[in-house]
């Protein structure tokens, strides 16, 4: 299994770019989550989806948008990429109580 | 909405020592307190977990005590090794999905 996937591990943007940050697990768990990490800060939920088709807002949700068409795929994307989404963005998904995190997409825009 | 707080943001011990980390929380409605481990270049990975209707809850060198009365949850580690040097995160939510964060706490056991 390799479980949570995140692609790509490192991205540099400039500012007002776009780009889709992938993720993907092979548990069959249908919650999953992305959350940021910025430094000082712990980690802070973006968005989550419950399974295929549901998605909703978690606490920073602002210039990001999800989508969950399968399972295994949750993508993130950013649409206009700002300065202040310069972060370490991890994706996750749950079984029962249990959160299994991916190894993190590092994110810098300039 | 939750709010969690944690302390202290670094802690150095001598490998053998014990360590302790706590966190208090706002939300009385939250039931479920889960320790992550952040391994450098990592993401999180829960260690233990605890709910609200147990006060203690122990794994090997690592326990959770929680007072709801006081709504304050620590994280201890005993005969701490090197391999127990990383950042850990407490965490508190009234569902499992919408976990809200302490700010972590950077263990750096020396041999």
């Known amino acids: 299994n390799a479980g949570v996937t995140q692609t790509p591990k490192f991205q540099v943007l400039k500012t007002g770019q776009s780009m889709t940050l992938q993720c993907a697990q092979d548990m069959n768990h249908e919650y999953m989550s992305w959350y940021r990490q910025d430094p000082g800060m712990g980690l802070r939920l973006i968005h989550y989806?419950?399974?295929?088709?549901?998605?909703d807002q978690g606490e920073v949700p602002n210039g990001y948008n999800v989508s969950r068409s399968t399972t295994e795929d949750f993508p993130l994307r950013l649409l206009s990429a700002a300065p202040s989404q310069t972060s370490v963005y991890f994706c996750?998904?749950?079984?029962?109580?249990?959160?299994?995190f991916g190894a993190g997409t590092r994110l810098s825009v300039l | 909405g939750e709010n969690v707080e944690q302390h202290p943001s670094t802690l150095s011990v001598q490998e053998g020592d014990s360590a302790v980390i706590k966190c208090t929380y706002s939300?009385?409605?939250?039931?479920?307190f889960p320790w992550y481990k952040q391994e450098l270049g990592k993401g999180p990975q829960l260690i233990i977990d605890?709910?609200?209707?147990?006060g203690e809850k122990k794994d090997q060198r690592i326990a959770v005590t929680l007072n709801k009365t006081a709504k304050h949850f620590s994280l201890h580690i005993t005969e701490t090794q090197p391999e127990d040097s990383a950042v850990y995160f407490c965490a508190a939510s009234e569902s499992f999905q919408k976990l809200v964060f302490g700010t972590g706490t950077r263990l750096l056991v020396s041999p």
């Open positions: 996750a998904s749950r079984s029962d109580s249990i959160q299994y």
């Open positions: 939300d009385s409605a939250s039931n479920y």
């Open positions: 989806s419950v399974g295929a088709g549901i998605t």
């Open positions: 605890i709910r609200s209707n147990v």
